[in-house]
């Protein structure tokens, strides 16, 4: 039964909403709450998003760092068990790499030491590798790498050069930019060498924790034995310390970053 108006005069607008359904009067009761929870949080976000955009002295550089471990993370995940290098390749890896051009490419300032930094390393896991050449020469140990480009490929049979590619291009060129960006964030505690030093033997670490949980870790990369500690040991101090070697001589971030923050256009006098 419908519910009688009021007598007496009535406006247009409590005509309107007499006449409106019931679900259109209480949707305004109903919008109140989570509007107010989505305006929280909106302005939460452009807060954050204010502050890294005001400090893209250090988003940027850990940015960076982040996207320069995709390979490394990657290939862990595969040694563990949990996610095929070849999937994670396609899904992790490579967009990560065209992230971190991107980020190049739009902030050129970085983009620039990223290159040289990447340079860097890359020589730096060359020069690893030197120093493990006599040993596989000898025997003392066998060449995982190519068991790098049977896991990218999906199959038993190991592949040298693609092992290598990924080695060289992927987990040393990556780690290495990692620590030609990261480092200028904690530059005024540490030489540049030292640190390198300290980062070679921090991945060497990982690695050693790699093999000892990893189920099948020793059988896609190497045996854990005396031997086979004290070179990759030496490869990594090799590794790290060519990274600060080039980086003292060049130059090239051995100094705190100076504050990046974007310019903004001073308002005209009216």
Known sequence: ???????GPVSHRSRALADAPSSSRMAPAFAGAPVSDRD??????????????QRRD????????VLGFAPIASLALAIFGLAPLHITTVTVVIPSFITAVALGLWYP?????AARGYLFAIAGVLMYDVTRAPFSLLGDWSDFVPNIGALLLHREEPHTALGYTWRWLGNGGGMGLAFVM???????????????????????SCLVLTLLLAPRGEQILFELTPKNLASTLIGHLVFGGVIGLLMRSTGINVRPYAADRPRIAPLSRR
């Open 1 to 7: 039964m419908n519910t009688p108006l009021p007598s």
């Open 58 to 65: 250090i988003w940027l550089p850990l940015s960076f760092g």
């Open 182 to 204: 990261v480092y200028p964030l904690v530059a005024r505690r540490r030489d540049v060498v030292q640190s390198a030093l300290v980062y070679g033997v921090a991945v060497w």
């Open 40 to 53: 929280e949080l909106a302005a939460l976000l452009s807060a954050l998003l204010s502050l890294v955009q």
């Open 109 to 113: 300032r970085y983009g620039r030491v």
